[in-house]
């Protein structure tokens, strides 16, 4: 959710402000620490609070942050924006860092500072996160406040963040995942009854029974690896796969998925006798996510197609379909939270890809989208070291 009451992009140049740098920082930085309402809002905040300048640079911080990341130095935060101190993975994009790229023009974190400081008034929202840390991808989701504070001629600005991913995870489980589950056992129940009618098909109806409990399977092993995998707790058993099974499975696992009605799932042949050592529920469950994600974004009566070729060092998963995926919604595809797909997605189908391919597997996960080459998801699997 963007801060309420302003826009939910804004022009790039709305961000280079500069930044200050040794004597101005910090005579900034000192006017900061020497106040002690300062210290007292440091001092009463559970969250993580950090105190800016009009240039988005951090002065001051609280000793929750530190925690959190782990920091031994009280000044390590100094000079930098918050993107900078969270890792995200868009910081390197713009020219001035934090809050100066195209992907930036629509965090949650930066319209709401920018807000506050326009309107000069305490503004909140919401902040989707993707960051990168010693090779570890993660997303995390955070309620963001800040608050206009004048210090001594100095105009500074409070920043508040609770991290809200707990509860965001919460809420998709039980607005989506157990509606979804409530839709499904009402089916089962609707079939079941239909096999007690003489009249029925009961073949029919067995099948349409099993294809539902198939589904409802899948769904719920999908949570639970992903909790797992969130928790740290998803162990990884390498196994010697055909590629040629895994794509088999692959294909009967989508025929029960609604999305491949009238819509074609074309696979192209491996090599033959093709094979790799990997965990074959979690390669199927990426790849699944990945063709499922393309046959939704696909027309009726288009076409996916999903494919391996060999690299230098590993194989490469690709799934395509011909939609193309516009700039604002590329650059948080892999956020929790996130979805294409309004109030009705969960917004983890792209996550888990990365997820579970990354952090989990050890590979690498990714796209490309243009109007002309259609949009091409892929995996990256290296061979095992």
Known sequence: MDPEGIETSLPIHCSLVGRLEGAELDREITACLENPVVSAVLDAVESYALILNE????LAANAALFRALAAEDPTCFRGLRPGEVFKCVHVEEGPEGCGTSNACTRCGALLTILAAQQQDG????????????????????????????????HDFLVLIMRDISSQKRREALEQIFLHDLMNTLQGLRNWSEL???????????????????DCLTEEVQAQRLLLQAERGELSVTPQDLFVADLF?????????????AQRELKIQPPAPGLRILSDGRLLHRILLNMVINALEATPSGGSVGV????????????VHNP???????????????????????????????????????????????????????????????
């Open 248 to 260: 088999e499975e692959l294909r009967i696992t989508v025929l029960n998925h609604q999305c491949s």
């Open 122 to 153: 305490p503004t909140e929202g919401e902040c989707l996160l993707g960051s990168s840390q010693d090779g570890k991808w993660n997303a995390r989701e955070f309620w963001v406040r800040a608050t206009p504070l004048k210090i001594y001629g």
């Open 323 to 385: 939609g193309c995926i516009p700039p604002h919604i590329a650059s948080r595809i892999f956020l929790r939270s996130f979805s294409t797909k309004g109030p009705r997605g969960r917004g983890l189908g792209t996550y888990s890809m990365k997820l579970l391919g990354e952090n989990i597997l050890g590979g690498e996960v990714g796209f490309s989208s243009t109007p002309e080459q259609g949009t091409q998801f892929y995996f990256r699997l290296p061979d095992p070291g």
């Open 55 to 58: 240039q988005r640079q951090i």
């Open 195 to 213: 096999l007690q009618s003489p009249t029925s098909d009961r073949l029919d109806a067995a099948r349409k029974i099993m294809s539902i409990t």
């Open 307 to 318: 494919r391996v070729e060999r690299e230098d060092g590993g194989h490469r998963f690709t």
